[in-house]
């Protein structure tokens, strides 16, 4: 039998929202109006599950991204998701979202650098492999043009999220590649399917975003992941 999960994304000023039957997405929603999770979440949710002749009842778990990102983009996904989940009686997963926004990558690269913006010269990233396994920490950067230096230098990367165009203002290595997006609920597919199997359910009582809000202010701005 495919499983069915309903995959939430809020972390940025996006909304997004899809629902998989087994690998295939079967419908997805999107809006990128900025403040706008609030108001249009819960009628997306309806909207994938009626498009995909789903029931509450026919869903295996839920999806959300847990962060970094947006302290109220966060809160918002997390609170209808586990709401969600009490009705409804499903198990929840929780989504890294640097983890998500690596898997939209495309093209061939020796590493992916995932960033959520921050404030100011600050964003929130880690670094993953050619193939999306992270290889180190999620931590708090302030961007100049020697962060990641030991990642260019090493081979080709591609720097993807919400925060590349500070970065690509300071960087003109030659191995850097920069793709702006905001992290999508159609990109949670193979992270959530992976941690369905696996059984990583999370504590809906007490399960809360990850801000990585403690990291920002120690952070040199040499830092690299």
Same mark, same amino acid.
């Given at each position: ?37 609030? %108001? ?6 309806? /909207?994938?599950?009626?498009? %995909?002749?789903?029931?509450?009842? =026919? +869903?295996?778990?839920?999806? @959300?991204? &847990? ?13 209808? %998701?586990?709401?969600?989940?009490? !009705? ?7 989504? /890294? ?9 495309? !093209?061939?690269?020796?590493?992916? @650098?995932?960033?959520? =913006? ?10 993953? =492999? ?13 961007? =100049? ?5 030991? &990642?260019?230098?090493?081979?080709? @990367? ?26 999508? %609920?159609?990109?949670? +597919? ?9 059984? &990583? ?25």
């Amino acid at each position: 039998m495919s499983e069915k999960i309903l995959m939430i994304e809020t972390s940025t000023e996006c909304c997004s929202v899809a629902v998989c039957d087994g690998p295939r997405i079967v419908a997805s929603r999107i809006d990128e109006t900025p403040r706008q999770q609030s %108001a249009m979440l819960v009628p997306y949710i309806v /909207d994938v599950l009626q498009e %995909a002749g789903f029931r509450g009842e =026919d +869903l295996d778990a839920v999806a @959300v991204s &847990e962060g970094p990102g947006s302290y109220t983009g966060l809160r918002v996904g997390v609170s209808t %998701a586990k709401g969600y989940c009490f !009705g409804a009686g499903k198990p929840l997963l929780g989504i /890294d979202t640097l983890q998500i926004l690596a898997q939209q990558a495309e !093209g061939s690269f020796d590493r992916i @650098v995932a960033m959520i =913006d921050a404030r100011r010269m600050e964003v929130y990233a880690a670094v993953f =492999d050619g193939t999306c396994r992270k290889t180190g920490p999620t931590q708090a950067v302030i961007l =100049d043009g020697d962060s990641f230096r030991e &990642e260019l230098e090493a081979g080709t @990367v591609l720097f993807i999220g919400t925060g590349v165009q500070k970065f690509q203002a300071v960087c003109n290595h030659p191995n850097a590649s920069f793709r702006e997006c905001p992290p999508l %609920a159609t990109a949670m +597919l193979s992270p959530a399917l992976a941690a369905l199997q696996k059984k &990583e359910f999370k504590d809906i009582a007490y399960f809360e975003p990850f801000y990585l809000k403690e990291f920002v202010a120690g952070v040199s701005k040499h830092s690299v992941l």
